[in-house]
């Protein structure tokens, strides 16, 4: 067992898969395309806006017919799914420059490796595709568009994971508490990730860029924490406010009743449990 930096920090993530070698196996058994890239970009911006919202991605490659995209996240905003499909359409849509023609040079496959799940169980999956091929009236895929856009989610690996798939998402789940088993992983590729992710093999920049990142991770998990409390004191404390708003509105409906009724001051004060000089109050308001 040896201590490593966990893949779902984004710094350390970028670091493993941006290396050529590895992102092009990950293609190919998450995807079942060969990919020759011989670099892969981080943070990567198109030269030209596209739509109303700027995208960036975590890692870019392409050959020439194929775009991969992965990006690696932690489930943080509810909107995960909406937002990884918008940059799986920009992907598409920035090809279409021509005025001639609508034409897709490149495949575009957009692969989300989600490190953390969402408490209400929404995700119970391992791997799930989307593709956008249209499907005919007897139930027939028409393959006219290739596109994918996949998520992993490493926690859920199951039986039913695919075999090739299942390693990475291992491999991915076991960092996550900062240890591997080095042992469990007797590919050479896997081996050289372990190295790079070793605690000792981090350069100083890199860690503090990991550190900040774990630190404002934890800060907004406390903000969020605090946020829910102080929801919860609010919303108890509006709680109370209404009731008190009912309790008193059917105070003065009794003291109402009562006054209809013939009772005298003093015996509606005892009954609802009021002073005697709060009843006319309340009679004088009707």
């Known amino acids: 067992m040896i201590e490593v930096i966990p893949l779902k920090y984004g710094p350390m993530f970028k670091r493993v898969f941006s290396q050529p070698n590895v992102f ?18 981080t943070e990567y911006e198109y030269p030209e806006p ?38 799986h359409l920009i992907s598409l849509v920035e090809q279409v420059r021509g005025f001639d023609e609508y034409n897709f040079n490149r495949t575009v496959y957009t692969i989300i490796v989600l490190t953390s799940v969402p408490r209400d169980g929404s995700i119970n999956f391992s791997c799930a595709i989307s593709d956008m091929s249209p499907v005919d009236e007897w139930g027939k895929k028409v393959p006219v568009y290739p596109h994918r856009l996949v998520f992993l989610s490493p926690r859920q690996v199951n039986e039913n994971t695919p075999s090739t798939v299942r ?30 992710i070793r605690q000792q093999t981090i350069d100083p ?20 924490r605090e946020g829910r409390e102080e929801g919860w004191k609010a919303g108890r404390k509006e709680g109370l406010e209404e009731g008190q708003k009912e309790i008193e509105a059917k105070q003065r409906q009794i003291v109402i009743n009562a006054k209809q009724m013939g009772m005298e001051i003093a015996a509606i004060a005892t009954l609802v449990g009021l002073a005697e000089t709060e009843v006319p109050e309340i009679l004088n308001q009707v």
Do not use: C
Not at 205 to 222: G, P, V
């Open 24 to 41: 092009n196996q990950f293609a190919k058994d998450i995807l079942g395309i060969d990919l020759n890239v011989s670099r892969v970009h």
């Open 50 to 87: 596209v739509g109303f919202v700027r995208s960036r991605y975590d890692l870019f490659a392409e050959d020439v017919e194929q775009r991969i995209i992965v990006e690696i996240q932690p489930v943080k905003e509810e909107d995960f799914f909406a937002r990884f499909l918008y940059y």
């Open 167 to 196: 390693k990475w998402l291992h491999f991915i789940k076991d960092s996550l508490d900062g240890t591997v088993e080095e042992s469990d992983y007797g590919e050479i590729l896997f081996q050289q990730m372990i190295e790079e």
């Open 205 to 224: 920049d890199l860690l503090s860029e990991i550190k900040d990142e774990a630190a404002w991770e934890k800060a907004k998990d406390r903000f969020a």
